[in-house]
């Protein structure tokens, strides 16, 4: 017997009346089971903990339901892989917004559209940010970041060298770990 799964993502923690509507979306599509998750869509599927298990549990013509593409995939690699995953597994997607369902051709190439054009759209909003720091630089109003004090990091590495985890060292001088590995070089 056929089964209709939902998955339901957001990004930060403050989206949670967005995670509720797509689970009420969800469940008024049929899911008998949703599983949800706060994660950046970004990552990538394998990466993504209730996701993953939504994967390994779906079987022979199952249906794996969200409400928006962009919800399961933000590149349209993983958004194939997920697709060919479910596709060996004898399931298919649903998408509930943009009618679109894997099942057939016609579907599979629709979602693969929208992937594309959402990756497209997320290339253009990545140019048009780096081009507004430029004219800011330019314009002297975007200093960067403030430079790190040498002898912070001098500090960390004298902890370290006594023995000092790098993290414990880094959070006794107040230098991110990051910024640690960063001026190090």
Do not use: N, W
């Amino acid at each position: 017997m056929a089964r209709r799964y939902g998955y339901a993502r957001v990004s930060t923690p403050g989206q949670a009346l967005v995670l509720h509507q797509q689970r009420k979306v969800l469940k008024a599509a049929g899911c008998t089971m949703i599983r949800a998750e706060q994660i950046d869509g970004a990552t990538p599927h394998d990466k993504r903990p209730e996701l993953s298990r939504l994967l390994a549990f779906v079987g022979e013509g199952d249906v794996v339901a969200v409400t928006r593409l962009d919800r399961l995939a933000s590149s349209l690699k993983d958004l194939q892989d997920i697709v060919r995953l479910l596709e060996k597994k004898g399931a298919s997607l649903a998408v509930t917004e943009q009618q679109i369902d894997t099942g057939d051709t016609a579907g599979r190439v629709f979602a693969e559209m929208l992937a594309t054009f959402a990756q497209f759209e997320t290339g253009l909003r990545r140019e048009r940010q780096l081009e507004g720091i430029a004219r800011a630089k330019a314009e002297g109003k975007y200093k960067g970041r403030k430079p790190v004090d040498p002898q912070k990091i001098a500090e960390v590495e004298r902890l370290i060298a006594e023995g000092a985890p790098v993290a414990k060292a880094c959070k006794e001088v107040g230098v991110g770990r990051s910024t640690y590995y960063r001026e190090k070089g």
